[in-house]
């Protein structure tokens, strides 16, 4: 029988924990909470890459649920940061784009997010760090 500290799933439990202090933190300053900053973020993402994702499409993107992204973007067009428009294709969809606003506070939320992710990860080269989560995220690929 192992140890809690020989368990590798409740030392990642406490790595997380301790990692979602420091972005909570980080965000805090700028009134986004970390689920408001990822949906914010990969819309600013998307729309610079020329799409208008649906709220399906962004929570795949999200890694998000559907019902809960819902939800987030409504607060984030509450705070002027999203609007939401309906899909002239599917007058049941709506397709996001990232306000003025929004477009400059996402930048400013990365760099903040980066900044936590730089001191959490330095003890381990970043090449193996992005190569071990992408297997642990992505385990069939």
Known sequence: M?????????LLWHATLRWQRGIAAALA???LTHVQFVLLAC????????EHPNQLTLAR?????VKMTSQVLRTLEQKGLVEREVDPADSRAKRLRVTGPGAE????????????DAEFFQPVPREQVV?????LARPDS
């Open 105 to 116: 506070l996402a930048p400013r939320a990365i760099a903040a997010v980066e900044e936590v």
């Open 131 to 135: 190569a071990l989560l992408g297997r």
């Open 43 to 50: 819309a600013w993402w998307l729309n610079g890459q020329g």
């Open 61 to 65: 993107q999200a890694g998000t649920d």
């Open 2 to 10: 192992e140890t809690p500290g020989e368990s590798p799933g409740f």
């Open 29 to 31: 300053p700028l009134g």
